[in-house]
């Protein structure tokens, strides 16, 4: 008998009106393999190819920018203008014809733009703790063509074929920006007040509803807790949370908010046991244990309790027990993974063919570390690659390939 037969990871699930064949989502990476103008590539297609080919039920794209100014970094797919429709849409044929869905996935960078020259945009002129820009607060203007940017994106989207829209509201991009009492210090109807601080998010789900079918698909990946001290909190979202599927969400996929680290979104050496370690090459964990799996789970289970919608756990799911754990908890409907299958694209396969043992993903993270600067891998296999990544990085490589607004913008 197929193992896959009698698995509750290959039943087939169901966002709002978009039936997927199992409850795998593939979360949604930065891809470094677009063309100038965030246009789709051969390359990018093979990777998605991939992806459909070894049974992965739903598939996020990496974070599309909608508006220019909203571009995170050198090599991100754009949906920003009418004339990547037609290579999106050579995408999405080909993850149809082998049986997956996929939802585009829509995001502003806000002041965590790495694009040279570019004009980024914030709620309030506060430091973005990653890239360390001072951004000027947004005008009324400029905040109302960043929503009417997602709601074009979305109509983008339709037209290109994908099965639904995920806005980007995590990770402290835009959306989280303005969420957050951290970085948004507005006192007019944009900040001010946890309603007032929400009403950007609710704007574009409003925006984006109103530029696609009345039955099309929209979730959102949402921020729960801020890194920074005296930041959100997982009550505040909860509530916001009920509020943003009231305005339209079918699905909710739970994140972190603003930021400090990457490893604040992506957490590193995920059941990384000693034995592991020394075979990967990480002598420093060595006698270490490894950081606890599904780290976003108590969220979500706080979402479960407090929302009435369908919820997507993405963060540190390395084996296929806790894969089947959650999903007969109820504490989620479906399970995300993305660094795991950058190092093994065919992982899903294998479980359905009775894979009990732990993803080889170590989360070490040199795959993000990369972003902007090489197409999406993993730095680990072949061994070669280790000794390419320590010659790129000792070269100092990183330092100069850095993308960043050239002043600061006050």
């Given at each position: ?13 169901r ?12 979360a ?47 090599g ?34 806000g ?52 099965d ?20 948004n ?25 109103a530029?696609v ?6 979730s959102m ?21 009920q ?16 930021m ?70 109820g ?19 294998r ?21 902007g ?32 607004p ?5």
């Amino acid at each position: 008998m197929d193992p896959a037969a009698r698995d509750e990871v290959f039943e087939p699930g169901r966002i709002g009106s978009v039936e997927v064949r199992n409850r795998v989502v593939r979360a949604g990476t930065s891809e470094s393999m677009a063309g100038p103008r965030g246009e789709v590539t051969p390359e990018l297609i093979e990777l998605y190819e991939a992806l459909a080919d070894n049974l992965i039920g739903l598939i996020f794209t990496g974070h599309m920018y909608c508006d220019e100014r909203g571009r995170y970094a050198v090599g991100q797919t754009g949906i920003q203008r009418d004339e990547n429709i037609a290579p999106l849409a050579r995408l999405t044929h080909e993850v149809h014809a082998r049986g997956a869905k996929i939802f585009a996935q829509l995001a502003h960078a806000g002041s965590q733009s790495r694009i040279q020259g570019n004009a980024p945009l914030a709620p309030s002129p506060v430091p973005n703790p990653l890239t360390g820009l001072h951004v000027r607060g947004a005008g009324e203007e400029e905040i109302e063509a960043a929503i009417a940017a997602f709601g074009s994106g979305a109509r983008r989207a339709v037209d290109a074929g994908f099965d639904g829209v995920h806005i980007h509201a995590a990770n402290g991009y835009l959306i989280s920006e303005f969420s957050s009492p951290v970085t948004n210090a507005r006192r007019d109807a944009w900040g001010g007040s946890p309603e007032s601080r929400e009403r950007f998010g609710l704007e574009v789900v409003k925006a984006v509803r109103a530029n696609v079918p009345p039955d099309f698909p929209v979730s959102m990946k949402v921020g729960f807790e801020d890194a920074s001290p005296g930041g959100l909190t997982v009550e505040d979202s909860v509530q916001r949370a009920q509020r943003l599927v009231a305005a339209g969400l079918d699905a909710v996929e739970v994140s972190c908010n603003l930021m400090q680290a990457p490893a604040d979104s992506a957490m590193q050496y995920v059941a990384v046991e000693g034995r592991r370690a020394l075979l990967d090459l990480l002598p420093h964990r060595v006698l270490r244990d490894g950081e606890p799996e599904a780290y976003f789970l108590p969220w979500a289970r706080k979402l479960r309790a407090g929302v009435d919608t369908t919820i997507i756990l993405v963060g540190g799911i390395r084996t296929p027990e806790t894969m089947r754990s959650i999903l007969r908890s109820g504490a989620a409907d479906f399970v995300a993974l993305a660094r795991p299958l950058i190092r093994e694209p065919d992982l899903l396969r294998r479980v359905a063919n009775g894979r009990e043992t732990s993803f080889a993903c170590t989360s070490c993270n040199l795959c993000l570390m990369h972003e902007g600067h090489h197409s999406l891998r993993c730095w680990r296999v072949p061994r070669r690659r280790l000794l390419q990544h320590a010659l790129y990085r000792l070269s100092g490589s990183f330092r100069r390939a850095r993308v960043i607004p050239v002043a600061r913008r006050h």
